[in-house]
Structures are given as structure tokens and as C-alpha cells.
């Protein structure tokens, strides 16, 4: 990446900021996704609480430990993700949303679900 300083006064120096701030943006855009995942993942974890308390012959029950059992990935994966360690492949997500008893289609309708006011107060 060129330096700023060498380009003071110039269309490059527009072009040099312009870029900067594209990928600035970009990693903004990718912890935003990440934090929508996170969050999306724990309101099906609890979900899935909720629902348990209401059925008794629930087998799934939500820990990581039998989270990572049913989805046969690592107890630490599970947790680094869910508490936003890592950012989760895709078959490590469908993994573990299939391993909480949810589907993809679940998981979509809580990751749409999130505001803004989610976001912060994750952030907090």
C-alpha cells in the first residue's frame, strides 16, 4: 500500500484513502457478521433451554459439552464460538445449530432477527 504522505494533493491520495477505507469497512462488516452469528447462536442455545423446560423426554440437553458431543466437534470449538473466540466454518455452524435441534432455516430467522440494539448490547 503506497504512504499517504508521498501523495498529499493528489487524486492517488484520494484513491490511496478511498481503499483504506473500503477495507476498513469491509472488517467492520465482517466482526458485525460474526457478532450476528454469535448472537443468533445463543438465542437458539436458549430457545432450546426453553423449550426443553417444557418437554421431559427431551433428549438434546443444552450444554456445551452435549452440544459438541452431537455436532462430534470439539468441546473448545463450541465454546470459542459461542463466545466469540473464532468465527465458525460453515460445517462447524450447521454442526452445531443441528447439534442444538435447530435448522439452518431456524438459525436464519434468529440472525435476521437481530437489531442493532442487539448488537451493542453484545458489544458491551
Same mark, same amino acid.
Given at each position: 500500500? $503506497?504512504? #499517504? *504522505? *508521498?501523495? #498529499? /494533493?493528489?487524486?492517488?491520495?484520494?484513491?490511496? =484513502?478511498? #481503499?483504506?477505507?473500503?477495507i476498513a469497512l469491509v472488517k467492520t462488516e465482517d466482526d458485525i457478521n460474526k457478532i450476528k452469528i454469535i448472537i443468533s447462536l445463543r438465542k437458539?442455545?436458549?430457545r432450546?433451554?426453553?423449550?426443553?423446560?417444557?418437554v421431559i423426554d427431551n433428549k438434546i440437553i443444552y450444554s456445551y459439552h452435549t452440544i459438541s458431543t452431537n455436532a462430534l466437534i470439539r468441546k473448545a470449538t463450541?465454546?470459542?464460538? =459461542?463466545? /466469540?473466540?473464532?468465527? $465458525?466454518?460453515?460445517i462447524t455452524l450447521i454442526s452445531i445449530v443441528g447439534a442444538l435441534g435447530f435448522t439452518m432455516a431456524d438459525f436464519g430467522e434468529a440472525y435476521d432477527s437481530i437489531t442493532d440494539k442487539d448488537i451493542r448490547e453484545y458489544l458491551k
Open positions: 500500500m $503506497p504512504n #499517504i *504522505q *508521498q501523495n #498529499i /494533493g493528489t487524486a492517488k491520495r484520494t484513491d490511496i =484513502l478511498f #481503499i483504506k477505507l473500503l437458539l442455545l436458549e432450546g433451554k426453553n423449550l426443553q423446560k417444557n463450541v465454546n470459542d464460538t =459461542l463466545n /466469540g473466540n473464532t468465527s $465458525p466454518t460453515a
